[in-house]
C-alpha cells in the first residue's frame, strides 16, 4: 500500500492553509481555502507554470459533500482540482462568492477535467452552485478504450489507479462518509481530497498522452 503523508502548515489564517501531501515520493502543494481571490491566485499561478501547454491541460476533479440517508442530497461542499503538482481544495460550502476566474477556468473547451464518475459530480455541481464544466472526460470510458474492455468503465478510482499507474491507494469509509462540510477539514481529509485528485490527473495523464 502506499504510504501517504502529510504536512500541515498550520498557517495564522481563517481563510486559507498550505499542506504538503506526499503520494509515492511526489510532493503536491495543496491549498484549502474559503476565499474566492485565493481560488482566482492558484488558477493564475498554475495556468502560468503550464502556459505551454493549456491548449491541451489536463485536470484532475473531484467534489465532496456530507452523505445524506435521506431522499434530500446535501450540497457540494468542496471542490478539488488538480494539476500537476498543485492541487486546490476550495470549500464552496463556506465561500461568500465564486470567482468569475473558477467558472471561466471549468468552462475553458481547451482544458480535460478527468474524474471518475465526474457526469454525476459535474450535474451536481452545476445543479447546487450553478457552475458549468465544459470538457468532462470520465476515467472509466477512457480506460475502456485503451484495454479494450468494456467493464473498465465500471472501475472505480481504487482499480484505475492500480491498473493505470500501478498507485495502490486507501479510501477509507469513515472519511468517505465524513463531514465535508465542516468549517475545518481534518488533515485526514485534506489528504484524502488531494489524493483523489491528484490520482485522477495522474491517471488521465497516462491515458490521454501516454505520459
Not at 468532462?136 to 489507479?161: I, Q, T
Not at 485526514?188 to 481530497?193: D, P
Request: hydrophobic share 40%.
Amino acid at each position: 500500500m502506499a504510504v501517504v503523508t502529510i504536512h500541515d502548515h498550520e498557517l495564522d489564517s481563517d481563510i486559507h492553509n498550505l499542506y504538503d501531501v506526499v503520494i509515492y515520493s511526489k510532493q503536491v502543494k495543496t491549498l484549502l481555502t474559503t476565499c474566492p481571490s485565493m481560488v482566482s491566485s492558484w488558477i493564475s499561478d498554475v495556468e502560468k507554470i503550464h502556459r505551454r501547454r493549456l491548449s491541451r491541460l489536463i485536470v484532475g476533479l473531484d467534489v465532496e459533500w456530507r452523505p445524506s440517508f435521506s431522499r434530500y442530497q446535501n450540497p457540494v461542499a468542496t471542490l478539488q482540482i488538480c494539476v500537476g503538482h498543485r492541487c486546490l481544495i476550495f470549500q464552496l460550502i463556506h465561500a461568500d462568492s465564486i470567482p468569475a476566474s473558477l467558472s471561466d477556468f471549468l468552462a475553458n473547451a481547451n482544458y480535460s477535467f478527468v474524474g471518475v464518475g465526474i457526469g454525476a459530480d459535474i450535474e451536481k455541481l452545476a445543479e447546487d452552485h450553478g457552475l458549468t464544466v465544459r470538457n468532462a472526460v470520465d476515467l472509466g470510458d477512457l480506460a475502456a478504450r485503451e484495454y479494450d474492455d468494456p467493464g473498465m468503465k465500471n472501475r472505480g478510482l481504487k482499480d484505475l489507479a492500480r491498473i493505470v499507474r500501478g498507485m495502490e491507494i486507501e479510501k477509507p469509509k469513515r472519511i468517505t462518509m465524513g463531514r465535508w462540510d465542516n468549517r475545518w477539514l481534518t488533515c485526514e481529509q485534506v489528504q484524502y481530497a488531494c489524493v483523489d485528485a491528484f490520482v485522477s490527473f495522474e491517471i488521465g495523464k497516462k491515458l490521454i498522452t501516454g505520459a
